[in-house]
């Protein structure tokens, strides 16, 4: 399991100049050398002398499953990285500690007020392709599974992107998603355990689209000045993520985890994320690069997590039996 070490940054973080351990689950691509951590430990380092271990998982779904399985035992102060799709499902571990965080300044489209779950970024799931190879994107969901292009996606098992597209069918075809994965797997070269295996074999030219998010068109644009990536807009509307931080109750360190909550929300913290781990901000008042402004803006369907927390063990029986080749 890979581990790094970050160091937290202001003296209102921290509470004081004293050396202090925070263990922190979230997802391996949040820190990679291209992610957010390298440049949020940057940011930290400045005021503060508290180390965070962060341990990574594959995914914000591969984080709810170690949790289950370590209970109050687990050695994570905070978890960071699961979606709003997973946050009910995760509230019935009973492990979650409430926040007692303020949520003003955050965005008022978000209608977010749990109080046990903060918000650190939101993105919508979307296809991309390269526009350079292809002239003419598929404009719907439905387009895209009855065509013949090929396709990568994530596996809603242990991936929140997987689980998105799982949404995503689920509110299109309803009843009938069934016979969409089947059709869809026609067509499918690989289904992958997380983002960064799927996302990295299309840039190999692995297939025609790739499940990724609405703002990846960014990260191509600012960090490589190649604008060929596109994400293509559905007519039927897209699902949204919105990726959330929390506190353990078995954490011997709920202070400190709690201030850390507060730092992601903070305008420090918002400026770093978007432009690093490439997602929008959740707090108001952001400056982004231009870019930003020319990403699709869909509208937003899907589910509620209520509904998702009912229903995700059906949905995934059946896109195993449905998907299967």
Known sequence: MKKITLLLSS?????????????????????????????????????????????????????????????????????????????????ETGLIADHEQSLEGLKAELKWD?????????????????????????????????SDASVIYQDPRTSTVGQGLLLWMKSVYGDKSDEAWKQLAGHTVTVSKG??????????????????YNTSPAYHVVSEEKTQYKAALFSEGHVAQVEVAAVLKSSK????????????????????????????????????????????????????????AEKRADWIKEWRTSAAK
């Not at 291209?34 to 508290?50: I, T, V, Y």
């Open 195 to 212: 983002w960064w295996e799927a996302y990295s074999m299309f840039l190999k030219d692995g297939s025609d689209y790739v499940l990724s």
């Open 114 to 146: 749990d109080k046990q779950f903060v918000p650190f970024d939101y993105g919508y799931f979307s296809f991309i392709y390269d526009s350079s190879k292809i002239k003419e994107p598929v404009k719907s969901l439905k387009e895209l599974v009855e």
């Open 11 to 91: 003296l209102a973080l921290c509470g004081a100049a004293q050396a202090a351990d925070l263990t922190v689950y979230t997802y391996d691509s949040f820190n990679s050398e291209w992610g957010p951590g390298p440049k949020l430990e940057a940011a930290f380092e400045k005021n503060c002398d508290c180390d965070i271990e962060i341990v990574t998982v594959e995914d914000g779904v591969s984080i709810l499953n170690r949790l289950r399985i370590e209970g109050d035992r687990s050695k994570a102060d905070v978890i960071m990285g699961i979606d709003d799709a997973l946050l009910e499902v995760t509230r």
């Open 253 to 308: 360190k709920q202070e400190l985890a709690k201030q850390f909550l507060g730092f992601l929300t903070s305008e420090e913290a918002q400026k770093i994320l978007p432009v690093a781990n490439w997602m929008m901000p959740v707090r108001d008042g952001i400056e982004l690069p231009e870019i930003f402004d020319e990403l699709i803006q869909p509208e937003r369907i899907g589910f509620t997590p209520t509904e998702v």
